[in-house]
């Protein structure tokens, strides 16, 4: 049983990957693609995420208490939580709770916003585990010269989570949690890393690699 905390600033794309995740296991796709044992959702509770009243016809959500998921792969059971990333107390304590109680953190990033308003939230987590894993999401917005950009948005986040915080980062995935057409691999990254994740539990997620 592993408890997978999924944090990151307000909209890079927390819920989006949980649900790309559910999907990947209602489609037995963690098998086909993974190699994985049978797996299933025990269950999947999003009732945290509000909708907002908004002016416009764009809806915008947000998480109030943490998104949670409860997954089956062969005999064993993990739970996927994922806050909401503002700073109102009730979403704040659902962070401070999920960072203490995950044995693992997946840290997302939206690579097509500014990083400096991103590493402020994570400035507000006082506990963070000594080893993390980076979800570089939203890479089909990069355009150009993506893998240049990449590299320069990996080294920014490895200064300020290895230089200020001493915590290190097992793997950066770059993923895109909608699916997006041509985007398919990066798609499958968001069921790769939460695998990886879980993986000294999971029979054959490391073979097929
Ligand atoms: N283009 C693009 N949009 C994304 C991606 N992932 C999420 N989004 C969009 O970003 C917005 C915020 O996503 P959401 O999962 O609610 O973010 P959260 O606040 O971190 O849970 C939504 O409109 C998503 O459809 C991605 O990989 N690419
Ligand atoms: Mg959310």
């Given at each position: 049983m592993v408890n997978v905390g999924i944090l990151g600033d307000v909209s890079v794309g927390k819920t989006t990957i949980l649900r790309l995740f559910v999907k990947y296991v209602e489609e037995n796709a963690l098998?086909?693609?993974?190699?994985?044992?049978?797996?299933?959702?025990?269950?999947?509770?999003?009732?945290?995420?509000?909708?907002?009243?908004?002016?416009?016809?764009?809806?915008?959500?947000k998480t109030i208490h943490p998104n949670r998921v409860v997954f089956r792969v062969g005999?064993?059971?993990?739970?996927?939580?994922?806050?909401?990333?503002?700073?109102?107390?009730l979403v704040r304590m659902g962070i401070t709770t999920v960072s203490r109680i995950a044995r693992l953190i997946v840290a997302v990033f939206d690579v097509s916003r500014d990083l400096e308003s991103q590493f402020e939230f994570y400035s507000a987590v006082r506990f963070?585990?000594?080893?993390?894993?980076?979800?570089?999401?939203?890479?089909?917005?990069?355009?150009?010269?993506?893998?240049?950009k990449i590299e320069e948005i990996k080294k920014k986040i490895n200064e300020y989570f290895k230089d200020k915080r001493k915590i290190d980062i097992t793997g950066f995935y770059v993923t895109v949690a909608e699916s997006k057409p041509g985007f398919e691999g990066q798609n499958d990254n968001c069921a790769k890393l939460i695998l990886d994740c879980i993986k000294d539990q999971v029979v054959g997620a490391e073979a097929k690699e």
């Open positions: 098998q086909t693609k993974f190699g994985t044992e049978a797996a299933a959702i025990v269950k999947a509770d999003f009732s945290g995420e509000a909708t907002l009243p908004s002016k416009d016809d764009v809806k915008e959500t005999t064993k059971m993990h739970t996927l939580f994922a806050p909401g990333g503002d700073d109102r107390p963070i585990p000594k080893t993390i894993i980076v979800a570089l999401n939203k890479a089909d917005l990069l355009g150009k010269d993506m893998n240049k």
